[in-house]
């Protein structure tokens, strides 16, 4: 088994009351039928910055907008497994990487 990480970038924000708790209960019926292959929820993103050799650059470029890490057999399992993911029903994309363990 291997990691994988889960980049959310896009997908619509929530306006009203009624539509957050709607997009809650979807990401909560998302990670609960992951079930065990979750092995961090993760967590949306904020600001951000760009830093090269030169410095700061500004905001990152990406629109990483959330994260999670998952585990699964192959990178076409994990990707299978996010086939339904709440934040493609809101026009958003997720990209799934594989992770390189170091140690």
């Known amino acids: 088994m291997a990691n994988y990480l889960l980049a959310y970038t896009g997908g619509g924000i929530a306006q009203s009351e009624a539509e957050r708790e709607a997009a809650m209960a979807a990401w909560g019926g998302f990670f609960q039928k992951l079930g065990p292959a979750v092995v961090e929820v993760g967590n949306p993103v904020g600001a951000s910055a ?47 990487y594989e992770t390189i363990p170091v140690m």
Do not use: R
């Open 50 to 96: 760009s830093i090269t050799t030169t410095g700061t650059n500004g905001p990152a470029a990406s629109g990483l907008t959330g994260y999670s890490v998952i585990s699964a057999e192959s990178l076409d399992a994990a990707t299978a497994l996010v086939a339904d993911c709440p934040v493609l029903a809101s026009g958003g994309k997720v990209d799934v």
